[in-house]
Structures are given as C-alpha cells and as structure tokens.
C-alpha cells in the first residue's frame, strides 16, 4: 500500500491561519510584528525563497521590509545596515539570506545580528540556547518538521530516528529537536559506514543530504516515515527531494512530497519566530 502523503502545504496553511489571527489581535494592540530581509548578489533561488517570505508576510498582516544589495556590497556597509536594524523599534526580525557572495564573512553577519532578532536562531547564542533546550526561537525547518510530524499525528517518543546530515543549518538542529522530543537518534553524514543498515532501523528517517533521489526503497524500514528536507533539480531540471519518491512510497508508511512537503513550513516557521520577537519585544519595552 502506497504510503500517507504528509501535505506540508495544507498544515502549512492552517498554522498561518492560526498565526493570522495572533497577528490580527497583536495589532488591534497597537503591536505590528515586522521582519527585515537582507539579500546580497543575485542568486535566482535567494531571490525566490525572500519574495515568498515577503509573500508570507504579506498575507499575515506582518510588516516587512527586504534590503537587495548589491554582490559588491562590503562587509562594513552590511554591518551597518544590520546594526540599523538591531534598534530599529519597527523591526522585530532580521534575516540575511544565505548563501552570500565571496568575500563577505557568514559568521561575522550573522553573529551581528542582535539575537532577540536572529528569527532564524543561526547565532551561537541561539543554537546554545536550543542545545540545552532553553529556546526563544527554533531552527526554521527543523522545527517546521517537529510541527509536520505533530499535524501527522507521529508519535517521535522512543522512536527511532535517523537523520542523513549533519549541517548547522538542518541535520545537527533536527537532531536535537527529534532528541528533546524523547527519540533515540542516530546521525548519518559522508563518512558514515554501512548507511544503508543504519536507516533501516529508522522509524523516522529525515534525509537533508543536497543530492537528488539519494535515499532508495532499500534504505527504507517497511513502513518508516520519511520526512524529504532536499530542494534539488533533477536530471530534467525539475525540482526533486534527496529520496527516490515514487520508489520509495510503495514502501514507507508516510512520506513528504517535494515540492510540498517541507519548504513551505520552514517559511511558516520564520513567520511564527517573527510573531514571537514582536511579544518579546513589546513585554520588554
Ligand atoms: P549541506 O550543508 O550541504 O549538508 C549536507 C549533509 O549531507 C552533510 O552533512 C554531508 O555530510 C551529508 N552527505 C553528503 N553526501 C552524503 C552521503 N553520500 N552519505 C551520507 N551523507 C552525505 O546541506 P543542507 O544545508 O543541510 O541542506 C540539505 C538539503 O536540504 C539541500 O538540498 C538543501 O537545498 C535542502 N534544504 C531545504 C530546506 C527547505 O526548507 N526545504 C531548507 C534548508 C535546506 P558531511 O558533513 O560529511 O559532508
């Protein structure tokens, strides 16, 4: 039998209608949340994922400003801008939108940004803070598949979970989250050995690896729930997850599909940190 499809879209859309209302109240307050985007060079797909979060915020009500700059941009005119917007009162969330141009120091950004801010919780203080399980923002994707798994009715308890990944950005964070959630939880990367026979054990397995169609049926515990993080083009150019979809769905017992799955969440979850500064901001103030 052919495994449940998880709709990201449609859990998606119920979290920001929730989200939706919070901001309606929030305002009739007097407090309108607000996110600042930054976006350096002109990489089409960071030009895409920021028109969408500025669609996103849009649709909810929250106040967004995106700052394009262009790929020659310094370090000390980024710096400036970010220091703007750590005391601008209108601004309750600033995201720099990675990859940026050679040249430019990820680190040294994203460590500038005030971490009541860092809505993508990238800074170190922040993933300190998810480390010991003491957060204020969650990891956007990581968190938005926690909220997928939950609207799947997934118990993650004394599962057995298996993450391919181990990158700042996905793979260590999910596995910390799968982990506060009571899982058992095993991470896989490039030098794993015997790959195969470890996600098989999985009854969660969440593959963020960046290669198309990588995880096959033979990887796959019967009946596992396969949670597809990867956003690749395929040998046509189409987009295409890091799991064998079509094979591997005769397989598990519930899969996310790609697009559709995991990428609207993540946005989702950046929209929910932003309402979250914008409390904060206001209970301190
Ligand atoms: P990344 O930084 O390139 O990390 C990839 C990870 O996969 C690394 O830990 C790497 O291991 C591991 N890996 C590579 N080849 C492997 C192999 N043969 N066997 C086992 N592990 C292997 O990528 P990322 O930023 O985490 O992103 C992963 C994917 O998710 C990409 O397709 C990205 O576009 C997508 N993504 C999607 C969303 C979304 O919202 N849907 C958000 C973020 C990312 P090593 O550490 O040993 O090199």
Redesign the pocket.
Known sequence: MAAVLIDGKAVSASVRAQLKEEVQALREEGITPGLAVIIVGDDDASHRYVRNKKKGCEELGIYSQVHMLPKETRMEELLSLISTLNTDPLIDGILVQLPLPKGLDEKRVIEAIDPGKDVDAFSEVNVGRIMIGNYTFLP??PA?IIELLRHANVEIEGKECVV????N???KPMAMLLMHANATVTI?????KN?SEVTRRADILVA????PK?VTADMVKPGAVVID????RDENGRLCG?VDFEAVREKAGAITPVPGG??P??ITTLLKNTVTAAKLHHASR
């Open positions: 956007c994707t938005g391919i990944g181990r990158s950005i996905v793979g896989c990367h490039s030098r794993t790959l963020a690896i960046g290669k990588f993080v990867g956003m690749n890091d995991v990428g969440m993540t």
